[in-house]
């Protein structure tokens, strides 16, 4: 299960009235990235003042101008090759420090659970982004192929983080026992907070293990590597 790239084109499309009122407004699709960064930057920081439901709106909000910025390049007529490097550069600096914010809210919470969590998931969203800039790096799924491929994209793992974000953020307070009274009770919503973490790390997880998968066979079909294609020791 995925989201094709069919799909991806048709949510995309949706955003194109909304990108081309924002470029009558005088903004320009690097400016788009760059107003989705800063929103983005909001939102970490009130996840790591540990306002959840407010963060998560923001964070939801600011994942939104990855959409707008490419519909108004492509409707504009203003595509660039740096406007998409900025873009997928901003994109994994946002993903980072929204991750970094909960790492420093959930600390507030006083338990360990979630900040490790919220470091599994940052780690395997960070994966799932370095397996398709390195496969594509090297002349496999080139465009948006690789894109398709696996359980948790971007566009999935917002949803789960935003929507677990709003949802913790609705029940401040709230507490269930944690195994006995001399544990005390835990928070319901750091529950609910573990949840969203652990079903990114999991499916994120999921999705290197497909995308290499996918690599691999596309290197069968491609046929044995020439000397000269072979870079052994190479960083990456």
């Given at each position: 299960?995925?989201?094709?790239?069919?799909?991806?084109?048709?949510?995309?499309?949706?955003?194109e009235p909304v990108a081309l009122a924002l470029g009558r407004a005088g903004l320009t699709p690097n400016g788009l990235t760059l107003a989705g960064f800063a929103i983005t930057t909001i939102g970490a920081l009130l996840l790591a003042n540990g306002l959840w439901l407010a963060g998560g709106i923001v964070v939801f909000a600011g994942a939104?101008?990855?959409?707008?910025?490419?519909?108004?390049?492509?409707?504009?007529g203003r595509v660039s090759r740096f406007g998409a490097f900025l873009d997928s550069v901003l994109d994994r600096a946002g993903e980072a420090i929204v991750y970094v914010g909960l790492v420093w809210g959930t600390l507030g919470l006083g338990l360990s659970r979630p900040v490790v969590l919220a470091a599994a998931a940052m780690a395997a969203a960070f994966m799932v982004s370095y397996t398709r800039a390195k496969a594509e790096g090297l002349g496999f799924s080139p465009g948006t192929g690789m894109a398709a491929v696996g359980l948790a994209p971007r566009e999935v793992r917002t949803v789960i983080l935003s929507l677990g974000l709003v949802v913790a953020g609705l029940l401040p307070g709230v507490t269930v026992a944690a195994g006995g009274a001399a544990s005390g009770a835990y928070p319901l919503s750091a529950l609910v907070l573990e949840g969203a973490l652990g079903l990114i790390a999991i499916l994120g997880t999921a999705t290197v293990v497909q995308r290499i998968l996918h690599t691999r066979e596309q290197a069968r079909r491609q046929g044995p590597a020439t000397a000269a294609d072979e870079t052994p020791g190479r960083p990456g």
């Open positions: 299960m995925a989201i094709s790239n069919q799909t991806r084109s048709r949510i995309k499309r949706l955003g939104s101008f990855d959409m707008l910025d490419g519909a108004l390049a492509r409707a504009s």
